[in-house]
């Protein structure tokens, strides 16, 4: 399939880029894509919460009362999970939400993301740029001039360039990622990819190795 090639003010170029049928064009599978954006997910939590145990609650081991004649329960500690303030019971400890997936279906899951987008027509191709200073305002406009304003659109850069990236940080519905950091999470989750003429090769590379 060919997508022909936009430059940043929206114009075509005359040129087109073959997308590979390996890539862009496969059978989507939803099993890998709940996998790995699962995955994904856990990933993001930090795992550091915690709640104070009983042996942790700063109070006095002192018995409280008698062990006999109050009328009321037997109570040795103010540490107690029982009293207010003291230990918390099967609390929350610090761990790692990490789940592990294996490289073949995380690429699968990518593959079937970007399918995804190219059979709802939701890819744009755009020429190589850069921007000579950070400015959101030139950022902006390189959106509008795509028609993209009121769209999330993810954009994939073949490398970093520190300019474009520092001028879109700031922007709400717009996010820029290289070929390396791409993943199905943030590809299903803009409402426009829109690739960097240059990172389609590096895509069809990183996910057919």
């Known amino acids: 399939m060919e997508i022909s090639v936009l430059n940043i ?94 490289k073949k279906v995380k690429d699968l899951a990518r593959k079937s993301a970007l399918s995804y987008k190219v059979k709802e027509s939701s890819v744009s191709i755009i020429e190589d740029f850069d921007l000579k200073t950070p400015k959101t305002k030139e950022f902006i406009d390189i959106i509008a001039s795509l ?23 700031n922007l709400k519905r717009s996010k820029v990622i290289t070929v390396r950091d791409i993943n199905t999470y943030d590809l299903l989750n803009a409402d426009r990819l829109i690739l960097v003429e240059g990172s389609v090769s590096k895509i069809e590379e990183l996910l057919n190795q």
């Open 147 to 169: 028609s993209q304003s009121n769209l999330k659109t993810l954009f994939v850069l073949p490398e970093i360039k520190m300019n474009v990236v520092l001028s879109s940080r």
């Open 9 to 102: 003010k929206g114009k075509e170029t005359g040129r087109k880029v073959q997308l590979s049928e390996g890539v862009f064009g496969i059978e989507p599978n939803d099993h890998a894509i709940y996998l790995d954006v699962k995955r994904y997910m856990a990933n993001q939590r930090q795992g550091t919460h915690k709640a104070k145990e009983r042996a942790e609650v700063a109070f006095s081991t002192r018995k409280i009362k008698k062990q006999k004649g109050t009328g009321g329960a037997r109570a040795g500690s103010r540490k107690s999970p029982v009293f207010v303030g003291g230990g918390t019971i099967f609390g929350p400890r610090p761990r790692t939400y990490d789940i592990k997936v294996n």
